[in-house]
């Protein structure tokens, strides 16, 4: 859901649960932890297309859903204009997407103990030799994480949100139309933890839009571990300098080359 606003942020994330036992149950779960949570009007819940809706804040300050009941169009698939093969959605939700949050243990405490979220795992992020980020990343259904929790500085509360696509070719053809823009802000890679392969692009909001392929799931057994990087390989920042620097060698070459096969030849 894509609306205008003053802060060109998250507004709210929604979480589905299966029945409206299943809604009341995190209803008097929330509650017990200290968590002041709206039943919604049957007004918003028929505007949001669910039979029962519930709502209340999170430690960020970021508007949470709750609900059952939600509005199915077998007859209405999905079909991408651009011609994208499909996403990986259904019973995962629609991706993921990264808070940054002011308190981390407060808002695991509200993720963990209130809504009832698992970690999957948790990375070291050094992002030069002065800063180190924690990343805590949390699932609430077979997708490696739906959610994850770094205390990244920033304006914005989301520092990226991802879609996993049904095949690797659709990665590859985002990535060349982001590259032609002069948009992409990491490169190529796969990460450590989920295995994505993915790379970041700038949107008009501020944050970025990770586009990825072939991440692994959370399976029974699963153990929570720890990672010292992000990235098996790639994943490298694109500055607008380096990418001026690039594009200023190619065409150097380029000119060179053109003039050396212009060049009469010697006798």
Known sequence: MVEKG???????????????????????????HGIEVTTESGELADDR???????????????????YGATELFEKPFISPTGVSGFTTGDQGFGHYVLAVPD?????????????FHLSDIIDWKLNDELTVKLHFLHCNGRHHTLALAGL????????????TKHMDDVGLAYDKFDADGTVVMTLGRHTNDHMLSFYGATPSGFAVEYGWGA?????????VRYDKISIWG??????????VSSNAI??????????????AQA
């Open 104 to 116: 981390i243990d407060a808002a695991l405490d509200f993720y963990v103990k209130g809504l009832g």
């Open 216 to 224: 692994r799931q959370v399976e029974p057994g699963w153990s929570v």
């Open 251 to 264: 065409e150097d070459e380029l000119i060179d080359i053109d003039a050396t096969l212009s060049a009469p």
């Open 235 to 244: 994943h490298k920042f694109v500055a607008e300098r380096d990418r001026q």
């Open 6 to 32: 003053p802060s060109d942020d998250i507004s709210l994330s929604g979480y589905e649960v299966e029945s409206e036992d299943s809604l009341l149950a995190i209803k008097k779960r929330l509650e017990a």
């Open 49 to 67: 297309g669910v039979l029962g809706l519930i709502s209340c804040t999170d430690t960020a300050n970021t508007r949470v859903e709750i609900y």
């Open 153 to 164: 500085p920033g304006a914005k509360k989301t520092h990226h949100f991802m879609l996993e």
